[in-house]
């Protein structure tokens, strides 16, 4: 081992908080030090969170999958009339809720595409239908894109949009529609989103109103390693002012129906060992945020198993109903019985805990 890899990862243990060079270095390691690295993480998990394998039961709901605007990784959205293009109405809204409420979910999740008709309002009825079919159950709602775009559509402040929807019964956004917080390679993936300084702007105002967030990554398409660790330097100086995020989600892409991969713009997704390092030099780098999730959705079962090795604690959703990785091309992505889960964690000799979306235990 390289003696500055080594004194790193030594210096982590002892408490050094690793510079945006440092965690370049760690996830620039493609021989056999990736497995110390992932020790490192592993122990960093069992120091801040212990071994409890994490994961919430909840349903997705995505409203609808027609957008006005058109990522390149986007393998979800239609034009208005395309085949297969769909829109819920309240009703159907609120039927799903209500199927969520039996299937004794603890969070009802629900993201879509940018529709056309919808403004400010439709994402406030939106989430006053699930509240009123599903009462009790937490809201895991929208993301700083669909924020601006309600803002934007009835001539109101980002700020007062969040205001309405935590009125309306939202418990905590998504961090989604970060992807990569530098604005070239926004530019190249998803030109029509908001820009890094707002969706940092949108997502530190739900902070500040009392209204928690996940942070996510979407990486391995046509962003650098550089751009990656500048992605994590920006979630961990949001985390040091405002404390918001419940937990990192690294999102591995999900290449095969995608525009940019079809174009040629973009890689067939990250590697099984930039996975892994990029679940274990996430646990060494944010050292403010307690949890790493590995996402099955992403990484299949097997991939994310290991990945529970090198500094994962959580496994994110039971999800009944996933439209968007699968959209995307993705195989496994509807529902994941807590017995798998169960399985995976034991074959480590970890407990498996449902949790809250807040991470109380349930
Ligand atoms: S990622 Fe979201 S905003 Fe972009 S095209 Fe897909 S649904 Fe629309």
């Known amino acids: ?14 408490g050094y908080r690793i510079t945006e060079e440092d965690a370049r270095a760690l996830m620039e390691v493609q021989d056999r030090r990736v497995w110390e690295i992932a020790a490192a993480a592993d122990e960093a998990r069992a120091r801040v969170c ?3 394998v994490t994961y919430v039961r909840n349903q997705n709901i995505s409203v609808t999958n027609v957008c006005v605007n058109a990522c390149g990784f986007c393998g979800f959205s239609k ?7 769909y829109r819920f109405g309240k009703e159907e809204i609120a039927a799903k809720s209500a199927l969520a409420l039996q299937r004794e979910v603890d969070e009802i999740c629900t993201v879509s595409g940018l529709h056309p008709e919808f403004d400010g309002s439709s994402y406030i009825e939106i989430i006053s239908t699930i509240r009123e079919s599903a009462p009790g159950v937490h809201i895991h709602a929208s993301n700083p894109m669909e924020v601006a775009y309600g803002a934007r559509k009835s001539g109101i402040s980002t700020k007062e949009q969040l205001e309405a929807m935590k009125e309306a019964g939202l418990g905590s956004m998504c961090g989604t529609a970060a992807e990569i ?7 190249v993936i998803c030109p029509g989103k908001i820009t890094t300084d707002e969706w940092v702007r949108i997502i530190t105002e739900a902070h500040g109103l009392g209204i928690p967030t996940t942070a996510t990554i979407m990486y391995g398409h046509c962003e650098s390693v550089s ?22 989600v690294p999102l591995s892409f999900i ?31 944010l050292d403010n945020l307690p949890h790493i999730q590995v996402s099955w959705v992403k990484l299949g079962l097997k991939m994310t198993q290991v990945c529970l090795l090198a500094g994962g604690d959580d496994l994110g959703g039971t999800l009944f109903e996933e439209s968007i990785s699968k959209g995307a091309g993705a195989q496994h992505t509807d529902y994941l019985d807590p017995a798998e889960m169960e399985r995976i964690a034991a074959d480590l000799g970890r407990p498996l805990r449902r949790r809250t979306t807040l991470y109380r235990m349930v």
């Open 1 to 14: 081992m390289s003696d500055r890899i080594r004194e790193l990862l030594r210096d982590t243990r002892e």
């Open 50 to 52: 212990g071994d409890a």
């Open 79 to 85: 034009k208005p009339g395309d085949e297969g293009s």
């Open 181 to 187: 917080l530098v604005d070239p390679v926004r530019k």
């Open 227 to 248: 751009d990656r660790v500048k992605h994590l330097g920006i979630l961990r100086a949001i985390q040091d002012e405002t404390r918001g995020f419940t937990e990192f």
């Open 255 to 285: 290449h095969m129906n995608t525009p940019i991969y079809r174009k040629g713009i973009a890689r067939a997704g990250a590697t099984g060992r930039e996975d892994l390092l990029m679940i274990a030099v996430s646990r060494l780098f």
